[in-house]
């Protein structure tokens, strides 16, 4: 039997938090992060876990990068910081009881990253955040949000931990695909 503290493809969703054609740019490490993201967002497909992508002001912000818009179109706008509202209001029920793991991609990871994640944790969710997969426009910002997400009992993890705990065993095709993920064969 698995530890509950895994996370698990059949009881995750993956939120991608506002990765704006303008607002990612100013991102640090903006290319690498993209990397990442996109690496989570082709992983949940090949596992099928949900994915939505939110859009922060996008009048202002631009929409969703199209690396991401093409493979995401489930996009609900929003004017809050926190995503957590915007998730629940939409038609679709997306923070069901059986998607009780939400694993966190986006930026910033001090604004609408930290407020969506102490939101969606206060809700009862299990909230893990992307360390590899969050931005912001300074590292202080982003080690400093980090540092308040973990002190809040959020687990904080890697792209790579989410892809192989979502997999879970060595062998099959879809680990072969995930594999090729991780070492840039895809």
């Known amino acids: 039997m698995r530890s509950p503290q ?10 991608v938090v506002d990765m704006q054609e303008k607002l990612l740019p100013v991102v640090e490490r903006h ?7 996109l690496q989570l967002v082709r992983a949940a497909q090949i596992l099928d876990v949900p994915t939505t992508a939110t859009e922060q002001y996008p009048r202002g912000l631009g929409g969703t990068v199209a690396e991401l818009a093409e493979a995401i179109p489930n996009r ?31 930026i910033e990871t001090h604004v609408c990253v930290l407020q969506t994640a102490l939101d969606l944790s206060s809700k009862g ?7 590899d997969a969050v931005g912001s426009r300074t590292a202080e910002d982003k080690s400093i ?5 973990s002190d809040e009992g959020i687990q904080v993890v890697s792209t790579e931990m989410v892809l192989f705990e979502w997999c879970e065993v060595a062998g099959t095709d879809e680990f072969k ?10």
């Open 6 to 15: 895994l996370m698990d493809r059949s009881t995750s969703r993956l939120v």
């Open 177 to 186: 695909q995930i594999s090729k993920l991780v070492t840039n064969r895809d």
């Open 125 to 131: 969710f299990n909230v893990f955040v992307v360390a």
């Open 76 to 106: 609900p706008e929003k004017l809050q910081f926190s995503a957590a509202e915007c998730l629940d209001g939409t038609s679709e029920t997306i923070l069901s009881e059986a998607r009780h793991q939400i694993v966190l991609a986006g």
């Open 145 to 149: 949000a980090l540092k308040r997400i």
């Open 31 to 37: 290319s690498e992060i993209l990397r990442r993201t």
